[in-house]
């Protein structure tokens, strides 16, 4: 047996081995891999003392705006509805009314699927027939800034009826 042979029959056995360990090594569809690293995040979220407040399905987003409430660059309003319920809503330091909104919206919208219902809000409805309040001042400029209206870290905000404009 050549060099050349001995070579090519060590591939060959190689290639056997790896065969043989290949199929030892389960396989998964792509839906039981995301089903097992979920539960594995989920693990960890849990037993981790700053994440430990989220939600086991967790988004990015919902884990960035965690990171940033922790260093101080983001801050908790509290959306206050007309049932007296209190909704939590992690915004930046540097949000616009516009912004808080969109963080109401996504905030709703994931409870919403999160608690398996599938009913449809039009916020586009719910923002012309109601105002943010804040300290009895109508936040109407979407473009101005939380800071500017004096909203800190753990201030409170209601909506409010509109009144009809004839």
Not at 39 to 54: C, K, Q, S, V
Not at 83 to 99: F, G, L, S
Not at 103 to 132: D, E, V
């Amino acid at each position: 047996m050549s060099t050349v042979e001995r070579d090519l029959g060590l591939v060959a056995e190689d290639a056997n081995k790896s065969a043989t360990a290949e199929s030892s090594i389960p396989t998964f569809t792509h839906s039981e891999a995301m089903s097992t690293a979920r539960d594995m995040l989920a693990g960890l979220i849990m037993n981790d003392p700053l994440l430990r407040d989220l939600d086991p399905h967790v988004t990015l987003e919902e884990v960035n705006s965690m990171i940033a409430l922790e260093y101080g660059q983001a801050m908790v309003i509290n959306v206050r509805r007309a049932d007296n319920e209190v909704i939590p809503v992690v915004v930046t330091q540097k949000a616009r009314v516009i912004d808080l909104k969109h963080a109401i919206k996504r905030h709703f919208t994931l409870r919403q699927i999160r608690a398996g219902r599938s009913t449809h809000l039009s916020w586009r409805h719910i923002w012309k027939r109601y105002w943010l309040n804040f300290n009895g001042e109508k936040l109407m400029d979407d473009n101005r800034k939380l800071k500017s209206h004096g909203m800190r870290n753990r201030d409170s905000v209601t909506f409010v009826k509109r009144l009809q404009e004839h």
